[in-house]
Nanobody, 122 residues
Framework: VQLQASGGGLVQAGGSLRLSCAAS????????MGWFRQAPGKEREFVAA?????????TYADSVKGRFTISRDSAKNMVYLQMNSLKPEDTALYYC???????????????WGQGTQVTVSS
């Protein structure tokens, strides 16, 4: 499956962004979808994931719980990450990924998008 992430940008602290990830090439509903991020000089970290069976019930990293919401639209082969109350520490390159099951481990995902940059200014 091919993944194309978009929607990143520059936003002030406290602002919002919505990331999108378009999937193509295979049956979207066969895959759990996840978002990960990597800040300069840091390791890639889990952000959120949604199973293949749910549109809106997600799993979240503690650092984003209550601020970010993951959702998927299987009719459009899209997954979204709504990010509210953004903080400077949310600045990173955000990646979407597809795998058989939801997981907090990036190694469990088979397909990755190219990343979209999110920069939050203080």
């Amino acid at each position: 499956v091919q993944l194309q992430a978009s929607g990143g940008g520059l936003v002030q602290a406290g602002g919002s962004l919505r990331l999108s990830c378009a999937a193509s090439g295979r049956t979207f509903s066969d895959y759990a979808m996840g978002w990960f991020r990597q800040a300069p000089g840091k390791e890639r970290e889990f952000v959120a994931a949604v199973s293949r069976w749910s549109s809106t019930i997600g799993t979240y990293a503690d650092s984003v719980k209550g601020r970010f919401t993951i959702s998927r639209d299987s009719a459009k082969n899209m997954v979204y990450l709504q990010m509210n109350s953004l903080k400077p520490e949310d600045t990173a390159l955000y990646y979407c990924a597809a795998g058989a099951f939801t997981s907090r481990s990036g190694s469990q995902y088979d397909y990755w998008g190219q990343g979209t940059q999110v920069t939050v200014s203080s």
